[in-house]
């Protein structure tokens, strides 16, 4: 069953750390937020003391290039926000106010556990509004030379099918289909870090990025061979971070999605690339409310389609 009622943290989180990209340290403040208000960043730390307000929505998104950015450099930006997100959406969140007085939001270990970590130690609490969702009603596709991701329509939930394939044999050919929910994102995906090869970190290091990549926060392959010495924490951690990284980016959609989303050699670029093509055309999707549990029977959620203000989810 969906949850039927808005969710937001039931008090103040703080983590700090340094960008995987920009090796520049940042605390992060995940603050309690009204129902209705989504999950905002508050870039502070400004020149002149300036802060800037920025919606986590995929009309805010300035780069994907290996990571996903949110923001105008020259006004206050904020990079690598993909695995708080998709903490964030994992777990149920609704609403929250992210106050990041850095560049980038700190990488941790590589992965979403960090933040799923400091949200379970808080705790989330209901508001008094129903839940909204993005309903799929029509499927959408990107392509990009062989790599593709889609939307699919569903009933309930929300389903993703993730597929890499990579040269190098240490990799290969990698696949994982999840029910998205709390307990299978804790379980199966939250856990699975990032990854690179040692040949590209110099050219990544000349245009600017991986900084402050390491062991502690990224798996690393040279030859053939996994540099970390604990190794990989899945058999598939390569394809399992694809997915986490495409729930965060998918989260940019301004509201849990009900579909099925597909995607294939995809990334950054592809997800939102796809939530583009979604909201494109207004007959692509629904916002619909979570109702009451129907009477008389087993517990389900009830949906009704909101009017057309639904537009302010774009």
Same mark, same amino acid.
């Given at each position: 069953?969906?949850?039927?009622?808005?969710?937001?943290?039931?008090?103040?989180?703080?983590?700090?750390?340094?960008?995987?990209?920009?090796?520049?340290?940042?605390?992060?403040?995940?603050?309690?937020?009204?129902?209705?208000?989504?999950?905002?960043?508050?870039?502070?730390?400004?020149?002149?003391? /300036? !802060?800037?307000?920025?919606?986590?929505?995929?009309?805010? +998104?300035?780069?994907? #290039?290996?990571?996903?950015?949110? @923001?105008? %450099?020259?006004?206050?930006?904020?990079?690598?926000?993909?695995?708080?997100?998709?903490?964030?959406?994992?777990?149920?969140?609704?609403?929250?106010?992210?106050?990041?007085?850095?560049?980038?939001?700190?990488?941790?270990?590589?992965?979403?556990?960090?933040?799923?970590?400091?949200?379970?130690?808080?705790?989330?609490?209901?508001?008094?509004?129903?839940?909204?969702?993005?309903?799929?009603?029509?499927?959408?596709?990107?392509?990009?030379?062989?790599?593709?991701?889609?939307?699919?329509?569903?009933?309930?939930?929300?389903?993703?099918?993730?597929?890499?394939?990579?040269?190098?044999?240490?990799?290969?050919?990698?696949?994982?289909?999840?029910?998205?929910?709390?307990?299978?994102?804790? /379980? !199966?995906?939250?856990?699975?870090?990032?990854?690179?090869? +040692?040949?590209?970190? #110099?050219?990544?290091?000349?245009? @600017?990025? %991986?900084?402050?990549?390491?062991?502690?926060?990224?798996?690393?392959?040279?030859?053939?061979?996994?540099?970390?010495?604990?190794?990989?924490?899945?058999?598939?951690?390569?394809?399992?971070?694809?997915?986490?990284?495409?729930?965060?980016?998918?989260?940019?959609?301004?509201?849990?999605?009900?579909?099925?989303?597909?995607?294939?050699?995809?990334?950054?670029?592809?997800?939102?690339?796809?939530?583009?093509?979604?909201?494109?055309?207004?007959?692509?999707?629904?916002?619909?409310?979570?109702?009451?549990?129907?009477?008389?029977?087993?517990?389900?959620?009830?949906?009704?389609?909101?009017?057309?203000?639904?537009?302010?989810?774009?």
């Amino acid at each position: 069953m969906r949850p039927a009622r808005q969710t937001t943290v039931k008090g103040r989180i703080a983590l700090s750390g340094a960008g995987v990209h920009s090796n520049a340290p940042a605390q992060i403040v995940l603050r309690p937020a009204d129902a209705n208000t989504g999950i905002t960043f508050l870039r502070t730390g400004l020149e002149g003391g /300036r !802060e800037r307000s920025i919606e986590a929505k995929w009309s805010q +998104v300035t780069m994907t #290039e290996l990571c996903t950015v949110i @923001g105008e %450099a020259t006004s206050g930006a904020v990079s690598t926000i993909e695995h708080l997100l998709a903490a964030l959406s994992g777990l149920g969140v609704d609403n929250v106010r992210v106050e990041v007085d850095g560049p980038e939001v700190p990488i941790m270990d590589g992965s979403a556990a960090a933040f799923v970590e400091a949200i379970d130690a808080v705790g989330l609490m209901e508001l008094p509004a129903p839940r909204r969702y993005v309903k799929v009603l029509k499927p959408v596709r990107v392509e990009h030379g062989r790599a593709f991701s889609e939307l699919r329509p569903a009933a309930e939930g929300f389903r993703l099918e993730v597929e890499i394939d990579f040269p190098q044999g240490i990799i290969g050919r990698q696949k994982k289909t999840i029910d998205l929910d709390a307990k299978t994102f804790r /379980r !199966e995906i939250a856990r699975a870090r990032t990854f690179g090869f +040692v040949s590209d970190v #110099e050219r990544l290091w000349k245009a @600017g990025f %991986a900084l402050g990549a390491s062991l502690e926060n990224s798996v690393a392959l040279e030859e053939g061979r996994i540099l970390n010495p604990e190794g990989l924490r899945f058999a598939d951690e390569f394809v399992r971070h694809k997915t986490l990284d495409a729930v965060g980016d998918l989260a940019l959609a301004g509201a849990p999605l009900i579909g099925a989303y597909r995607s294939y050699c995809g990334g950054h670029r592809m997800n939102v690339a796809v939530l583009e093509a979604l909201f494109k055309d207004h007959s692509n999707y629904a916002v619909v409310e979570a109702g009451a549990p129907r009477l008389g029977g087993r517990a389900e959620a009830a949906y009704a389609a909101l009017p057309a203000y639904s537009a302010e989810l774009n």
